[in-house]
């Protein structure tokens, strides 16, 4: 099909969408209402994707957590009863390592503490999550160290946390070391955890560990992590397990059962008291992940329904018209020339449906970005979403063109 | 005449079984996920008290300085400081008040054998059971004079009640809470108004059944920790009675005024309360409170999450392309069918009667599509379960509103679709038709 005939054909489609001008502005509205939702569902999805697969930096397969809390042990019994604990659980067979903590990545619930270079600010440089922890955490987690070294098991002391001041020294993230010392290595510096509080020195530097919060109020500080020796006694903790290879389904029954064997007066819950770090991601991201599954099957439906109704219109139009081809059949148009009519009306009708629909996706995650945290639509996304439809649109009116391709030159002489 | 209507339009639907269908299907869809999504958005922005929710207030003083307020666009802290909390007792301004926080002692069970378990725990005073309208199954709060004696009582949930007395009157006997015994002074009968008004901040609006109550100043008394958050501007210094003394929010408050005149008079009471401060030399600013209703603390507190909202919105999209395509296709259908309108005007059918055939098919594809949808909405609500936390998600019933709703829309949107293409079958001229075309 040359420019030229393509122009001859535009005058013709144009006369005839006006005959049908209620069908024409429905299917242009209903084309581009379709890309406004798609090309927002389809950006939610890679929204949430991309908050789904930020690593959590810690080795997920075989680690378990079991949450613990200590029922009438005052506070200066309590560190007897976790080196108890953390003995029985390490010298169960399956069990690699194993470390109090009182938070994790993803554990959802954990300490914010801010991060201060000079004391005396009034507002921290940032803020990041802080782990009360031990010697055995880098080896359990499966945290990779890049400088320096771990804390030796003389430097972690115990404290409650209402008594708890900063350790002297500390283990942060890649990420915080380079915001809070861009270019520079951060080792032997000091950092304040509390305004006016004593310094801590960072003795080492892990590659990467994720805040225990997924959702979106610790983007600005997500890979933010400062470590420090200390257990404490008197909040809810987590004993995490690393297992052997193979491992992680026997232990995650043998290690309840050996704590409650070292200890009975101890509560670790029904619910959520032990899980797998499978689960913990799991339950982590259930709302990213079925938001955006949701968003992918109204997608889907939404596509195949303005599909069919292209079908079904441009079926009814070419079944109107069949005198019409007909006459055009005999006066020695081609079969394939009738073809092109139909897929150069569909564009022209899509063509106006997704410019309108640009518009009013652009629109449309306009007022979102302030209803929702809702990031700005890329153009990228609306130039594929209009390419899809416009695919999508002469993808349906394929199999009606073709029929019309079909009518036979002797309609022109029916009378209908 | 309806069923002759019915019977033509039927076979009108016959004809077209793939269009029809078509149809049905996306007026199933479009309700189904608008129904389900609303169901979310219906649990969540639920008013749990709804026959206080205009009496019940919660008090917010900043404490922390306008610095930290213009991070939250203004708003002071969502908790109070034990210092705050404390002052608003004594002062005792509105007829009913209680500070309360979330705590997490362990019951441990009479018998050895059982292990101890850590139920849904508040702290907090004597009026919070009048003054959020707690049903008690046996026995009632415990007095004001406990909350001065620092008394050992406690409420316990029905559910406890069961666990731990196999539901018997358990009021005057004893529960072990970390090693120490209180005394029941009522048990609660079934209780659990979600979102969980009271203390959103901690919970998210949504949880489990509250089971056990116990007097503030006791938990104090025992340094009981809050089981929520603690968020502090300063250092807190070390030790409890540092942490009672610092700026560190945790508490919750609530008061009851039950006249718009009480309401206006306890925000002037905050407001010369905050002043007081500001003079005292505690606060370097001028005075920031506020004081909002049950549904506006709710609201504040964002306790709808923006996934059901966002959900709702792309669902009603998507309901109104399933509307508009509907409208294209029996539009088309009705342009199609010109000449059987024309022999029927012709033949004497009036204007009306054309109406009512086309509506009246209109009507059985909404219908159908209706009982689709509803059968989709059987499986959204399994679906919600996917997407929401747990505790939403079994708030989320398929209930008799909704399954009307659900046919309903149903119809009304089909029916509103098909009013173009019928008015345009309608303006059919019988004498335009009838000549061979």
């Not at chain 1, 160290?145 to 708890?164: I, M, P, Q, W, Y």
């Not at chain 1, 008197?234 to 995650?252: F, H, K, M, T, W």
């Not at chain 2, 109104?320 to 005007?345: D, F, H, W």
């Not at chain 2, 149903?410 to 335009?432: C, D, E, G, K």
Request: include cysteine; hydrophobic fraction near 45%; proline fraction near 5%.
């Amino acid at each position: 099909m040359t420019w030229q005939t393509v122009t001859l054909q535009i005058e013709p489609i144009l006369a005839a969408l006006r005959k049908h001008k209620a069908g024409t502005i429905l299917i242009t509205l209903q084309i581009a209402l379709t890309l406004a939702v798609v090309c927002n569902a389809l950006f939610i999805i890679k929204q949430r994707v991309d908050r789904i697969s930020r690593p959590s930096g810690v080795e997920e397969s075989g680690l378990l957590a079991i949450e613990n809390s200590w029922v009438g042990a005052s506070n200066d019994a309590v560190p007897a009863l976790i080196r108890t604990d953390l003995a029985a659980i390490r010298q169960l067979p399956g069990v690699r390592d194993a470390t109090l903590s009182d938070s994790f990545p993803l554990r959802v619930g954990g300490r914010v503490t801010g991060v201060r270079l000079d004391p005396a600010t009034d507002k921290a440089i940032t803020r990041a999550a802080q782990y009360s922890t031990d010697d055995h955490a880098l080896a359990t987690l499966g945290a990779r160290l890049l400088e320096g070294r771990n804390f030796r098991s003389d430097e972690v002391a115990t404290a409650d946390s209402k008594t708890f001041v900063p350790t002297p020294a500390v283990i942060v993230t890649k990420a915080l070391a380079d915001r809070l010392y861009p270019g520079g290595s951060i080792l032997g510096k000091s950092i304040y955890l509390i305004k006016n509080g004593t310094p801590s020195t960072v003795i080492g530097v892990v590659e990467q560990l994720q805040v225990p919060w997924p959702g979106s109020w610790t983007d600005a500080f997500s890979d933010y992590v400062v470590l420090t020796p200390i257990q404490l006694t008197d909040e809810r903790n987590v004993y995490l397990v690393r297992a052997q290879p193979g491992q992680l389904e026997a232990i995650s029954k043998s290690v309840p059962q050996a704590l409650f064997r070292t200890n009975r007066m101890r509560v670790i819950p029904d619910r959520r008291g032990v899980r797998t770090f499978a689960e913990v991601r799991a339950q982590a991201y259930k709302t990213d992940i079925g938001i955006a599954t949701f968003m992918g099957a109204v997608s889907a439906v939404l596509l195949i329904v303005t599909a069919a109704g292209i079908v079904g219109l441009t079926s009814f139009w070419v079944g109107q018209r069949r005198k019409q081809i007909g006459v055009r059949r005999a006066l020695g148009a081609t079969q394939q020339s009738i073809l092109h009519y139909f897929l150069l009306e569909n564009f022209l009708i899509s063509a106006g449906g997704v410019i309108v629909g640009a518009l009013l996706a652009v629109g449309l995650n306009q007022w979102m970005m302030g209803a929702f945290e809702m990031k700005r639509l890329s153009p990228l996304y609306v130039l594929l979403g209009m390419l899809l439809l416009l695919l999508l649109g002469q993808g349906a009116v394929l199999a009606p063109a073709m029929r019309a391709s079909r009518v036979s030159p002797v309609e022109a002489t029916r009378t209908s | 005449m309806f069923a002759y209507y019915a019977r033509l339009g039927l076979r009108s639907l016959r004809r077209n079984p793939a269009l029809t269908l078509l149809m049905i299907i996306a007026m199933g869809f479009g309700v189904s996920a608008s129904i389900t999504s609303y169901a979310v958005f219906r649990a969540t922005s639920n008013n749990p008290i709804p026959q206080k929710s205009a009496q019940l207030f919660a008090p917010q003083i900043d404490n922390w300085g306008p610095a930290r307020a213009a991070e939250n666009g203004g708003d002071p802290p969502d908790a109070l400081s034990y210092a705050d909390a404390t002052a608003l007792m004594l002062a005792h301004k509105a007829p009913r008040q209680t500070a309360l926080f979330p705590i997490a002692p362990s019951l441990v069970p009479s018998d050895p054998n059982r292990l101890p378990f850590r139920p849904l725990s508040y702290a907090a005073y004597a009026d919070t059971f009048a003054m959020f309208d707690i049903p008690f199954e046996y026995g009632g709060g415990w007095t004001a004079a406990d909350d001065q004696a620092h008394a050992a009582v406690a409420v316990i949930g029905r559910d406890t009640n069961q666990r731990l007395f196999g539901g018997a009157n358990s009021v005057g006997r004893t529960i072990n809470l970390d090693g120490r015994d209180y005394r029941i002074t009522g048990v609660m009968d079934t209780w659990n108004p979600q979102p969980l008004f009271f203390d959103p901040v901690n919970t998210s609006g949504f949880s489990d059944a509250v089971q056990l109550f116990v007097p503030f100043t006791r938990a104090i008394d025992l340094q009981m920790p809050t089981a929520g958050d603690t968020a502090c501007n300063q250092d807190t210094g070390s030790g409890w009675e540092d942490f009672l003394r610092s700026e560190c929010v945790w508490i919750a408050f609530w008061a009851e005024l039950p006249s718009a005149s009480e309401a206006d008079a306890y925000r002037q009471f905050l407001q010369g309360y905050a002043a007081e401060q500001q003079r005292a030399g505690r606060f370097h600013w001028a005075p920031n409170v506020r004081l909002s209703d049950v549904t506006r603390w709710l609201a504040d507190r964002h306790v709808v999450p923006p996934e059901s909202r966002m959900s709702m919105l792309v669902s009603l999209g998507f309901l109104l392309i399933c509307l508009v395509n509907t409208i294209g296709l029996l539009l088309a259908k009705s342009l199609r069918r010109s000449g059987e309108i024309g022999l029927r005007r012709a033949l004497g059918a009036s204007r009306n009667d054309i109406y009512k055939q086309f509506l009246i098919e209109a009507g059985t594809i909404g219908a159908a599509g209706g009982l689709l949808g509803l059968l989709l909405t059987g499986a959204g609500m399994l679906g919600v379960g996917l997407v929401f936390d747990p505790n939403i998600a079994r708030l989320v019933r398929l209930d008799a509103v909704l399954i009307a709703l659900t046919l309903l829309v149903a119809i009304v949107a089909t029916l509103l679709a098909a009013f173009y293409p019928t008015w345009r079958a309608a303006q059919v001229q019988p004498a335009w038709q009838l000549k061979s075309n």
